[in-house]
């Protein structure tokens, strides 16, 4: 769905809510024989209210961060501002009857424990293992007068016959094989069993299986062609030769691998590889396998060399593959887990976030919600860790959440995020050290001294980033996968070695999230997943300039609240007036500047 159409939908929700409600709900005093009027339009009076009111204020429905005393449009979409009416001290709690949660689709349910991290899927292939790799070559020289086995791909068993050959030295071995023998019965002499099984041992070099030879001392007869059996079993992937061709001694012939177990060969970049190693399990997706279905590999080695003119690793793992049922060359996905935390845990839908934290709606009593603040840890696309503001004891508004928060907004005049006026807004401490930012907010960075051909270097990577954004503004996918691919070959053009000790660790943390982003954007055409993916590349690039600067160019940090499903995000520009790269055209100038980076 369109996200402006969201919006006015969302809009037009909260007034049938108003609709479907007398007046504002409020919780009354024992013995209060108060009644609201019938026609009643929900804003609150002090004659028949049990809380007093303390002002009116305005804001704008689509941008409930405007907030003003006076009337007027606001700054960002040109709307008429609302008047909104503060109450007192249960100003942040919400009453809905179940009617009206059912219309807005609030599901309430207690807060779960669990394990979530974040995951880098690498794209990979499967190929054939080489350690189970085998060649069947010419024992002797000749011509092939019969091939059994003609096709590449076709599986084979030890034992069955592969060509039969016509060889004169073979014959003339097989000659002198059956004068050793009358010798031997003959003379009845130890030197000349000695030389019979001489004669023997060299047709066996030759390839003859002990039951021809045996054959051949029965029958007493020279065999002009000779059937060759194949040494292993495995599925031919190479044929060399065809009927009546001479071939010499050693000539390959055929080549075998055994398909019971391949490699999956996947992509690392330099921040990925410290999340896996030798001997790690690793989850494996075959595309084309049945939706869902995970393999599990063995990590059996990492390249400890960049693939030459790349930023890359090559890391190969082991699939078990009974019965051949996966092929080389079929192309799969490795799911690299990172940074797995245990805790609180709740659905994304669950959280109302800008950029100056984030909420969840906490019920209080049937049908009454009251917000509070919490902060975030690890998060996928689904879910996210709670690492304060929760006890673990609540029962929280898993869906319906921006709803209830533009309720509280409209109705109320609040803001749950910045305000300091209610205990319901309050978070819960919680024994959790060191927890992980929440993403996009603009945590700190550490500063450090680069060398100028470093700052060169990274301006380069800071304008071509400029042709992205413009192609996400455009709201053109295929000229952002393009500008993607550009900007990941100049940030491959990135001298890391030039940095040292701690800049230089930092600058892998950073590289590895601008690589990811990139990754994504040029494997991608869907727009929105663009605009996600351009979000964490985007991240990236502002952490290494804050952290290390870039020669004399203007960088302007701007921020749009309503990005990314209302998670709020940010990007960097070289002018000041806002052009969107979350929304293009259809809300361009939404947002503001953040910070102007010096």
């Known amino acids: 769905m369109i996200r402006g159409g969201f919006y006015q939908a969302a809009a037009l929700l909260l007034l049938l809510l108003s609709a479907c409600q007398p007046g504002e709900q409020t919780k009354s005093e024992p013995g209060d024989s108060t009644q609201v009027a019938a026609g009643h339009t929900g804003h609150s009076h002090a004659e028949d209210s049990a809380e007093p009111t303390t002002g009116t204020t305005y804001t704008c429905p689509m941008h409930p961060q405007i907030v003003q005393d006076a009337p007027g449009t606001c700054p960002i979409c040109g709307m008429d501002l609302v008047s909104v009416t503060k109450t007192g001290e249960k100003a942040t709690e919400i009453m809905l009857s179940s009617s009206q949660m059912q219309l ?74 059956l004068l050793a023998v009358r010798q031997a019965e003959e003379l009845k002499e130890p030197r000349y069993e000695v030389f019979r099984r001489a004669a023997e041992q060299k047709l066996r070099l030759y390839g003859m299986t002990s039951g021809q030879i045996a054959q051949l001392g029965k029958t007493r007869q020279v065999q002009p062609r000779i059937p060759f059996l194949a040494p292993v079993g495995g599925t031919v992937t190479e ?6 061709q001479y071939v010499g001694e050693g000539a ?54 960049y693939r030459a003119g790349s930023q890359v690793l090559v890391m190969r793992a082991v699939l078990p593959n009974p019965g051949g049922r996966y092929q080389p060359g079929q192309q799969a996905r490795v799911l690299l887990q990172q940074g797995v935390q245990r805790g609180l845990t709740l659905p994304v839908d669950a959280l109302v976030r800008a950029g100056e934290g984030a909420v969840v709606f906490v019920q209080t009593g049937e049908g009454t919600f009251q917000p509070r603040r919490v902060k975030t840890g690890a998060e996928t696309d689904q879910q996210v860790a709670i690492t304060s503001g929760l006890t673990g004891e609540e029962t929280v508004a898993m869906s319906g959440a921006y709803l209830l928060y533009s309720e509280l907004i409209l109705k109320k005049g609040i803001n749950p995020i910045t305000a300091e006026v209610s205990e319901g807004v309050k ?38 980033s400029l042709k992205l954004t413009e192609a996400l503004v455009a709201s053109n996918p295929a000229g952002a996968k393009s500008a993607a691919v550009n900007v990941e070959k100049t940030l491959a053009g990135v001298d890391m070695l030039l940095l040292k000790g701690q800049a230089h660790t930092d600058w892998m943390t950073y590289l590895n999230a601008m690589n990811e982003g990139l990754k994504t954007l040029r494997n991608i055409g869907d727009l929105e ?49 806002i052009r969107n790269p979350y929304f293009g055209n259809m809300m361009l100038t939404c947002g503001e500047t953040k910070e102007e980076i010096k």
């Not at 927890?435 to 907010?441: E, F, I």
């Not at 603009?442 to 470093?454: E, L, N, Q, R, V």
């Open 252 to 305: 390959l012939l055929y080549r075998l691998v055994n398909l019971n177990q391949l490699w999956v060969e996947a992509e690392l970049y330099a921040g990925e590889a410290r999340f896996v190693k030798v001997g790690d399990a690793v989850p494996v997706e075959v595309v084309g396998n049945e939706a869902g279905q995970r393999l599990s590999a063995r990590v059996a080695f990492i390249n400890p060399e």
């Open 427 to 464: 978070s819960t401490p919680t024994t959790e050290a060191n927890p992980t930012p929440a993403p996009n907010t603009g945590g700190a960075t550490a500063s450090h001294t680069a060398p100028d051909a470093f700052k060169k270097q990274l301006t380069s990577v800071y304008e071509a």
């Open 529 to 577: 997943k663009q605009r996600t993916a351009y979000a964490e590349f985007e991240d990236g690039l502002y952490r290494s300039i804050k952290a290390y600067g870039i020669t004399d160019k203007p960088v302007y940090r701007q921020y749009c609240p309503m990005a990314l499903n209302n998670k709020g995000s940010y990007w960097l520009s070289d002018e000041k007036p």
């Open 104 to 177: 807005a689709n609030v599901t309430v349910r207690p807060v779960s424990s669990g394990s979530i991290g974040n995951s880098s899927v690498l794209n990979a292939r499967l190929a054939a293992d080489e350690r189970l790799t085998d060649v069947i070559s010419s024992r002797v020289a000749g011509r092939i007068d019969r091939l059994y086995v003609k096709e590449i791909g076709k599986p084979i068993r030890k034992g069955q016959v592969l060509y039969e050959i016509y060889s004169e030295p073979l014959l003339t071995q097989q000659q002198e094989y």
């Open 239 to 244: 044929l060399t030769v065809s009927e009546g």
